[in-house]
C-alpha cells in the first residue's frame, strides 16, 4: 500500500473528521491510521483503516461553444452541442468567462440536457472569452475551445 505521506490535512467538525488528500491516484490502495491527542496529551491510535478509490473511466468528449452578442439587450447568448456519454449517465456542464487580462471563472453550472445559456453580465465594449467544460463526479472530462466575443 503506498503512502501519501504528509499530504493529508484532517479538518474536525463537530466530532466528525473530515480528511482531504492531495496527490492521490484512483485505483489504489491506500491505508491510513489516525492518532489523536487530547488537552492532558494522552493519545490514542486507531485501528489501520484501507480505503481504495475508484477512479472513472475517461471518454472522449467533444464540445463546441458558439456565441452572439445581442447588443440591444447588452447580453450573449451561447450554445453549445449537447453530448452523450457512454460510460457516465450523469454529468453537467460548466461555463466559463473571462476578461482581457483576467483568469477564468465559472459563470454558471448547467445540466446535461441543456445546450444553451445567456450572459446577462456584459458591458458595452468590453472583450470576452468564453468555454465550456464537461464534468462527472467533479471531474474535468473535456472543454471546448475558447471563443472571443465583443459586445458593442
Do not use: C
Given at each position: 500500500m503506498?503512502?501519501p505521506?504528509?499530504d493529508?490535512?484532517?479538518?474536525n467538525?463537530?466530532?466528525?473528521?473530515?480528511?482531504?488528500?492531495?496527490?492521490?491516484a484512483?485505483?489504489?490502495?491506500?491505508?491510513f491510521?489516525?492518532?489523536?491527542e487530547?488537552?492532558?496529551?494522552?493519545?490514542?491510535?486507531?485501528?489501520?483503516?484501507p480505503?481504495?478509490?475508484?477512479?472513472?473511466?475517461?471518454?472522449d468528449?467533444?464540445?463546441s461553444l458558439?456565441?452572439k452578442?445581442?447588443s440591444k439587450n447588452k447580453t450573449?447568448?451561447l450554445s453549445?452541442?449537447?453530448i452523450?456519454l457512454k460510460?457516465?449517465k450523469?454529468?453537467?456542464y460548466?461555463?466559463?468567462?473571462?476578461?482581457?487580462g483576467g483568469?477564468?471563472r465559472?459563470?454558471?453550472s448547467?445540466?446535461?440536457?441543456?445546450?444553451?445559456?445567456?450572459?446577462?453580465?456584459?458591458?458595452?465594449?468590453?472583450?470576452?472569452?468564453?468555454k465550456i467544460?464537461v464534468?462527472?463526479?467533479g471531474?474535468d472530462?473535456?472543454?471546448?475551445q475558447?471563443?472571443?466575443?465583443?459586445?458593442k
Open positions: 503506498e503512502s505521506s504528509n493529508v490535512k484532517a479538518y467538525f463537530y466530532k466528525k473528521i473530515k480528511i482531504t488528500v492531495d496527490s492521490i484512483h485505483n489504489v490502495n491506500y491505508s491510521v489516525f492518532e489523536a487530547d488537552e492532558a496529551g494522552m493519545a490514542q491510535t486507531s485501528r489501520e483503516l480505503i481504495t478509490l475508484r477512479g472513472l473511466e475517461p471518454e468528449v467533444e464540445i458558439s456565441a452578442v445581442n450573449v447568448d453549445w452541442n449537447p452523450t460510460k457516465h450523469e454529468f453537467y460548466v461555463l466559463y468567462r473571462k476578461q482581457k483568469s477564468w465559472s459563470l454558471a448547467f445540466n446535461q440536457g441543456l445546450g444553451t445559456g445567456t450572459d446577462y453580465k456584459v458591458k458595452a465594449g468590453v472583450s470576452y472569452e468564453y467544460a464534468f462527472v463526479s471531474v472530462f473535456g472543454q471546448s475558447p471563443i472571443k466575443v465583443e459586445v
